[in-house]
């Protein structure tokens, strides 16, 4: 069945960096957009950034651009969210979720779901 499982959160200070990785298994990896999201307590979970199965395509939530790089390891059936500067409001839970045949994350991009999660993994930022 499909699987999704996210790890690489932690605490960590104003200014500093973390690597997610999401580690997949389960369905066609080529088929499928890759995308994440994240929660802060007491919010509805808010799409962060995606990778589509086409062409390298990615799409960036705006309070995020230029500070997280999205990637796809294509041999290991893997992506991660490299998160450099990350500031408090970065604090959340983050999810990754695959979707079949968002090619260039246009869905995502619009506020669609993604069908199949991760279980999560907790980013804190704090001083």
């Known amino acids: 069945q499909v699987q999704l499982v996210e790890s690489g959160g932690g605490l960590v200070q104003p200014g500093g960096s973390l690597r997610l990785s999401c580690s997949t298994s389960g369905f066609t990896w080529d088929n499928y957009a890759i995308g994440w999201y994240r929660q802060a307590p007491g919010r509805e979970h808010e799409g962060v950034s995606c990778s589509g199965q086409l062409y390298g395509s990615t799409y960036y939530k705006d309070s995020v651009k230029g500070r997280f790089t999205i990637s796809r390891d294509n041999s290991k059936k893997t992506v991660y969210l490299q998160m450099n500067n990350l500031k408090p409001e970065d604090t959340g839970t983050y999810y990754c979720?695959?979707?079949?045949?968002?090619?260039?994350?246009?869905?995502?991009?619009?506020?669609?779901?993604?069908?199949?999660w991760g279980q999560g993994t907790q980013v804190t930022v704090s001083s």
């Open positions: 979720a695959a979707h079949y045949s968002d090619h260039y994350c246009s869905g995502y991009a619009q506020g669609l779901k993604y069908n199949y």
